[in-house]
């Protein structure tokens, strides 16, 4: 896997999980992905990736499958055995072998796609807005978050409060899409910082203030914008 630099599509904050044992390709992963739009988590080995799923919600799954202990396909065979959404989460196998009964093997499963190591960059992200289109947007992405009175339009980053609209910094629109990307589900706060002007999360923790201000009917005890004590913040939209 050769680094090259990415162009950065309109990922729309889909969280993805890289589940791989190998230090230095998860870490590769999670930055090439991240650089490209993705909100990224990872997971050393399909235990962590189980416990990880029972807290969080998961647009696709970056699934290596030669590990040890529990391999990727065996852990695939899990998943697709699971019940409600989670059992459809889309997953892309990366693997060492390529030949072609390992990926009838994978495919019979029902993974989404399978790509073979080495492999660029580029292609691994455009293999993922491709298995993402076809799975379509996320339940309720297209319409309004409701935040009580508030409504927020993710795509236009345009903040209102019945027909009203509510005036956003660059920066307030920009947190609120992040965190809208994640909705119901906490945001680290450095992962938040990572686009801002002040990387140690002190210009995030402004934004929220102000934000809360915009859109709580009590800004100090917050009921959409939260705050999670050693995490960041989540937003949780009503429905």
Not at 6 to 21: E, S
Not at 47 to 53: I, L, T, V
Not at 165 to 193: F, I, S, W, Y
Request: hydrophobic fraction near 40%; charged fraction near 30%; charge should be neutral.
């Amino acid at each position: 896997m050769t680094a090259r630099p990415l162009k950065k599509p309109d990922a729309g904050y889909r969280h993805l999980l890289v589940i791989d044992d190998d230090d230095r390709i998860r870490g590769l992963l999670k930055e090439y992905l991240a650089r490209a739009g993705f909100r990224v988590s990872a997971a050393a080995d399909a235990a962590a990736a189980r416990r990880m799923m029972e807290q969080l919600s998961f647009d696709l799954l970056v699934l290596d499958v030669m590990m040890p202990g529990e391999d990727g396909l065996s852990f695939a065979r899990w998943l697709r055995g699971r019940s409600g959404e989670t059992g459809k989460t889309p997953v892309l196998v990366l693997t060492a072998r390529g030949e072609p009964d390992d990926r009838i093997a994978g495919l019979s499963l029902g993974v989404d796609d399978y790509l073979a190591k080495p492999f660029e960059p580029q292609e691994l992200v455009l293999r993922i807005e491709a298995i993402l289109r076809r799975v379509g947007p996320r339940p309720g992405a297209d319409g309004p978050l409701r935040l009580g009175d508030c409504s927020f339009d993710v795509g236009r980053g345009e903040l209102r409060r019945g027909d009203q609209p509510v005036r956003l910094t660059e920066g307030e629109a920009q947190l609120l899409r992040q965190l809208a990307g994640a909705a119901h589900a906490p945001v680290d706060r450095l992962e938040l910082a990572r686009d801002s002007a002040e990387a140690t999360g002190r210009a995030v923790d402004i934004q929220v203030t102000r934000l809360r201000r915009k859109i709580e009917e009590d800004p100090k005890n917050p009921r959409y914008l939260q705050t999670v004590r050693g995490v960041g913040y989540m937003l949780v939209p009503d429905g």
